[in-house]
Every structure is written in structure tokens, then in C-alpha cells.
């Protein structure tokens, strides 16, 4: 119980710290795009990083969120074979995604078309990155992903700095630094995981995890992407300088944005050795974990249709972990 406890506890310290580590760097990279750029070109890259917003709630619900149900606490030789797979897919939907963005870019003009042209050139790779992220923590080595973040914001800042101490602080080149960035920090990934995205099978992996992903899926957009989308529809009626000032708002929700991720490390049970009867307690744990926060009328949901019709269950083989909170 005691290993378990610490196990636990060192995850949930990574889980909290990346997060944290991560809101602060975008906090910082907001504020020094909004003091470089006009209103309107800040609205613009507000704009941009919803759409990344949105396409990492998809990558996650269909590739990182089904690995850590599934796959933490397997084996290592199972471990590595989902990750791969994951990670491909997530690489499928960051291309999908950045077709759309580079479509988009070239039929917009301005500042719009810029920053989404540079969006798409970014997305596979900001998607895969964060993919290693979750392969990282579902295999129980949030220190990696805790490093690949580091290294995004040690490539990035300097970059950023480059071009503002240049005078060649365009909105263009700030988000192809961001992006660039993290699709350098996406290929590192790799070699810290030393596993090779497998694109070519991605869509048998949204076939095996349809089931889960579905369910993350409309999760993800009745609780983030909706609020994403409303920065399109305040784009497109007040303009591009009122989206700005809203995403600007929206940062000030960073802190709570690091709670709500740390509740989400500490909800995933953590398997010991024991088989069904540790994971068992794990979930025990776990549901009363989310008792104690949250009101009475929602507690018991899980235990009374959920959980009894097996969509808590992490795995049909059983080899991974279940949500219980």
C-alpha cells in the first residue's frame, strides 16, 4: 500500500507540475505575442490556438486518453506497441487537422491566412508531441514528459526573442516559432521513448478504441470544444480584436486549468501488483477520492449505470486500468 501510495503520488506530482510548467510557458508566450502585435493580429493567433485547442481535444479523445485507459500498467512490450500506434494516429490527425488550417490559410487573406498557414505547417508535429506526454505518464515516466515541455519552451523562448530583438516580430514568424518548437519537441519525443510513429496504423487503432474514444470525444465537446468554437463565432461578429481580448481573459484561468488536470492525475487509478484485486482497490480508492469533491447527486452515477454496464472498464483483456472517479 505504501509503494502504491508513493507511486501515486510521484505521478500526480509530475501530472501537476507539467501542467503547471505548461500553462506558464503559454501564459508567458501570450503576453509577449500580445505586447509584440497589433489587437487584430493577436486575435488572429487566438484564433489559430483554438483550432489547436480543438485538435488536440480530438487527438487526445481518439489516441491518448484510450492508451492510458488501457494500457497503463501493461507490459512493457505492449506498452511500446500502443505507443506506437498512438502515436500515429496522432500524427494522422495532426495532418488532417493541418490540411484544414492550410486550406483555410490560403483562401483567407491577411493576417488570418498567415497565421493559419503557419498553424498547419505546425500541427502534426505540436500533436504528436503531446501524445508523448500521455505515453510518457501512462508508462510511469512523468519526468520525460516533464523534459520534452522543457525542451519546447527552451527552443521556443530564445526564438522568440531572436525575432523581437531583430524588429521581425510578425505574427507569422511568432507562431512558426511556437510551432516549430514543439514539432522539434515532438521529434525528441520519440528518441526519449525510442519508439517510431506508426501512421499506418491509425486506423486500426480508432477501430479498437471507437468504443472509448466516442465517448472522450463528445466529453471534449460539450465541456472545451464548445467554448473554443464561441471564439470563432466573436471573431466573426466583433471581429478579430475582440476575440483577442477574450483569449486574453481566458488566460487568466491557468491556475485552475492546473487543478483541473492534477484532479485528473489523481482520479486515474494506478495498478499494483495484485492483479484484479489491486486494481480493484485502486478503484475503490479512486471513487471515494471523488466522493469527497463532488456533490452527492453525481457520486453514485458511476456504480449505478456506468460501471455496471462496463464502460469504466480499462481494457477488455484486462491488462489496463479503468477510471473509477
Same mark, same amino acid.
Do not use: K
Given at each position: 500500500?505504501?509503494?502504491?501510495?508513493?507511486?501515486?503520488?510521484?505521478?500526480?506530482?509530475?501530472?501537476?507540475?507539467?501542467?503547471?510548467?505548461?500553462?506558464?510557458?503559454?501564459? %508567458?508566450?501570450?503576453?509577449?505575442?500580445?505586447?509584440?502585435?497589433?489587437?487584430?493580429?493577436?486575435?488572429?493567433?487566438?484564433?489559430?490556438?483554438?483550432?489547436?485547442?480543438?485538435?488536440?481535444?480530438?487527438?487526445?479523445?481518439?489516441?491518448?486518453?484510450?492508451?492510458?485507459?488501457?494500457?497503463?500498467?501493461?507490459?512493457?512490450?505492449?506498452?511500446?506497441?500502443?505507443?506506437?500506434?498512438?502515436?500515429? %494516429?496522432?500524427?494522422?490527425?495532426?495532418?488532417?487537422?493541418?490540411?484544414? %488550417?492550410?486550406?483555410?490559410?490560403?483562401?483567407?487573406?491577411?493576417?488570418?491566412?498567415?497565421?493559419?498557414?503557419?498553424?498547419?505547417?505546425?500541427?502534426?508535429?505540436?500533436?504528436?508531441?503531446?501524445?508523448?506526454?500521455?505515453?510518457?505518464?501512462?508508462?510511469?515516466?512523468?519526468?520525460?514528459?516533464?523534459?520534452?515541455?522543457?525542451?519546447?519552451?527552451?527552443?521556443?523562448?530564445?526564438?522568440?526573442?531572436?525575432?523581437?530583438?531583430?524588429?521581425?516580430?510578425?505574427?507569422?514568424?511568432?507562431?512558426?516559432?511556437?510551432?516549430?518548437?514543439?514539432?522539434?519537441?515532438?521529434?525528441?519525443?520519440?528518441?526519449?521513448?525510442?519508439?517510431?510513429?506508426?501512421?499506418?496504423?491509425?486506423?486500426?487503432?480508432?477501430?479498437?478504441?471507437?468504443?472509448?474514444?466516442?465517448?472522450?470525444?463528445?466529453?471534449?465537446?460539450?465541456?472545451?470544444?464548445?467554448?473554443?468554437?464561441?471564439?470563432?463565432?466573436?471573431?466573426?461578429?466583433?471581429?478579430?480584436?475582440?476575440?483577442?481580448?477574450?483569449?486574453?481573459?481566458?488566460?487568466?484561468?491557468?491556475?485552475?486549468?492546473?487543478?483541473?488536470?492534477?484532479?485528473?492525475?489523481?482520479?486515474?487509478?494506478?495498478?499494483?501488483?495484485?492483479?484484479?484485486?489491486?486494481?480493484?482497490?485502486?478503484?475503490?480508492?479512486?471513487?471515494?477520492?471523488?466522493?469527497?469533491?463532488?456533490?452527492?447527486?453525481?457520486?453514485?452515477?458511476?456504480?449505478?449505470?456506468?460501471?455496471?454496464?462496463?464502460?469504466?472498464?480499462?481494457?477488455?483483456?484486462?491488462?489496463?486500468?479503468?477510471?473509477?472517479?
Amino acid at each position: 500500500m505504501a509503494r502504491l501510495s508513493g507511486r501515486v503520488a510521484r505521478r500526480v506530482g509530475w501530472g501537476v507540475g507539467d501542467q503547471a510548467f505548461s500553462s506558464l510557458t503559454n501564459f %508567458a508566450l501570450a503576453i509577449l505575442v500580445a505586447r509584440a502585435v497589433t489587437p487584430t493580429e493577436f486575435g488572429a493567433f487566438s484564433l489559430a490556438f483554438a483550432t489547436y485547442t480543438l485538435a488536440l481535444g480530438v487527438s487526445r479523445a481518439l489516441t491518448s486518453e484510450p492508451l492510458v485507459v488501457r494500457y497503463t500498467g501493461s507490459s512493457v512490450e505492449a506498452h511500446r506497441r500502443a505507443a506506437a500506434s498512438a502515436s500515429g %494516429a496522432a500524427l494522422v490527425v495532426g495532418a488532417a487537422a493541418g490540411g484544414v %488550417a492550410l486550406l483555410f490559410g490560403a483562401t483567407s487573406a491577411g493576417v488570418l491566412g498567415e497565421v493559419f498557414l503557419a498553424l498547419g505547417i505546425s500541427l502534426p508535429g505540436l500533436l504528436l508531441q503531446d501524445s508523448w506526454r500521455f505515453i510518457f505518464f501512462s508508462g510511469g515516466r512523468g519526468s520525460l514528459a516533464f523534459l520534452n515541455d522543457a525542451l519546447w519552451a527552451v527552443v521556443m523562448f530564445p526564438a522568440v526573442a531572436v525575432l523581437l530583438l531583430t524588429d521581425h516580430a510578425s505574427i507569422l514568424w511568432l507562431t512558426l516559432a511556437w510551432g516549430g518548437a514543439g514539432t522539434i519537441a515532438g521529434f525528441v519525443g520519440a528518441l526519449q521513448c525510442r519508439v517510431v510513429p506508426q501512421p499506418f496504423a491509425a486506423l486500426p487503432w480508432f477501430r479498437a478504441q471507437r468504443d472509448l474514444g466516442a465517448r472522450y470525444l463528445g466529453e471534449f465537446g460539450a465541456l472545451s470544444g464548445a467554448r473554443q468554437l464561441s471564439l470563432y463565432a466573436v471573431g466573426g461578429i466583433a471581429g478579430l480584436a475582440a476575440a483577442g481580448a477574450i483569449r486574453a481573459a481566458n488566460i487568466l484561468f491557468g491556475p485552475i486549468n492546473v487543478l483541473l488536470l492534477g484532479c485528473w492525475w489523481a482520479s486515474e487509478p494506478w495498478p499494483r501488483p495484485g492483479g484484479v484485486s489491486g486494481l480493484a482497490c485502486s478503484c475503490r480508492r479512486s471513487r471515494s477520492w471523488g466522493r469527497s469533491r463532488v456533490p452527492p447527486w453525481v457520486a453514485p452515477w458511476p456504480q449505478r449505470g456506468a460501471w455496471r454496464r462496463g464502460w469504466w472498464r480499462g481494457s477488455r483483456s484486462g491488462s489496463g486500468t479503468s477510471r473509477g472517479a
